[in-house]
């Protein structure tokens, strides 16, 4: 379930009379990710989604890799594994998932392009539910500008996994319709603020 949360808390921000939540087919452990689902075309070759299937690359720093698209990138520690959500049935709005888990930790970037005009995603619900779908509580949260683009931060406590107590950093931002959500978990009493800041901060973007 709590691998779940971390995709599905970025697909509940939304406003207006879409709700982009997908059905998470079943509670998942932690450390269980969605398998990739590429739109297949007509003639079976599978396609990029409507945001456009980033490649990822590996940088200069050693044991990272450059999650790249066509107006953004991000670092993560190692390849990270892709998968894809919609909306449910009649919604235009496709999620781009990128999950890297290693020993204690878990980062997750989720990419959605909001295309209906007057319903913008909201930051606030969107980190509201990612923490309510982890089973936690938003600790703390700040809303601020990232590169002068709306943007909430927050800390969720009190999930757990297994009997033992995890804690999730979480950050949205919004660019020109699209909603970026990064999130990253810790297994362990002590978070590594660090590790959370130098994988948000790596984000850039275009527009």
Same mark, same amino acid.
């Given at each position: 379930?709590?691998? &779940?949360?971390?995709?599905?808390?970025?697909?509940?921000?939304?406003?207006?009379?879409?709700?982009?939540?997908?059905?998470?087919?079943?509670? $998942?452990?932690?450390? *269980? @990710?969605?398998?990739? *689902?590429?739109?297949?075309? *007509?003639?079976?070759?599978?396609?990029?989604?409507?945001?456009?299937?980033?490649?990822?690359? @590996?940088?200069?720093?050693?044991?990272? &890799?450059?999650?790249?698209?066509?107006?953004? @990138?991000?670092?993560?520690?190692?390849?990270?594994?892709?998968?894809?959500?919609?909306?449910?049935?009649?919604?235009?709005? &496709?999620?781009?998932?990128? $999950?890297?888990?290693?020993?204690?930790?878990?980062?997750?970037?989720? $990419?959605?392009?909001?295309?209906?005009?007057?319903?913008?995603?909201?930051?606030?619900?969107?980190?509201?539910?990612?923490?309510?779908?982890?089973?936690?509580?938003?600790?703390?949260?700040?809303?601020?500008?990232?590169?002068?683009?709306?943007?909430?931060?927050? @800390?969720?406590?009190?999930?757990?996994?297994?009997?033992?107590?995890?804690?999730?950093?979480?950050?949205?931002?919004?660019?020109? $319709?699209?909603?970026?959500?990064?999130?990253?978990?810790?297994?362990?009493?002590?978070?590594?603020?660090?590790?959370?800041? &130098?994988?948000?901060?790596?984000?850039?973007?275009?527009?």
């Amino acid at each position: 379930m709590l691998g &779940t949360a971390l995709v599905a808390g970025t697909l509940g921000g939304c406003g207006g009379d879409d709700n982009p939540i997908p059905s998470s087919g079943g509670d $998942r452990p932690i450390g *269980t @990710t969605p398998q990739p *689902t590429p739109t297949a075309s *007509t003639d079976g070759t599978p396609q990029p989604s409507a945001s456009e299937l980033p490649t990822a690359t @590996t940088p200069p720093v050693p044991g990272g &890799t450059v999650i790249r698209g066509s107006d953004f @990138t991000i670092l993560l520690p190692g390849s990270a594994e892709q998968s894809k959500a919609t909306g449910p049935s009649g919604s235009k709005i &496709t999620f781009d998932i990128y $999950r890297y888990e290693a020993g204690s930790e878990i980062y997750t970037v989720t $990419r959605g392009y909001y295309p209906k005009v007057g319903t913008l995603p909201l930051l606030k619900e969107a980190i509201d539910s990612a923490a309510d779908q982890a089973g936690g509580k938003l600790a703390t949260s700040r809303t601020f500008k990232y590169k002068k683009m709306p943007a909430i931060e927050g @800390t969720i406590t009190g999930v757990r996994d297994k009997g033992q107590e995890v804690t999730i950093f979480a950050r949205y931002l919004v660019v020109n $319709r699209v909603m970026y959500g990064l999130l990253y978990l810790y297994r362990g009493d002590i978070a590594p603020n660090l590790a959370f800041k &130098t994988f948000v901060e790596s984000l850039t973007f275009s527009g």
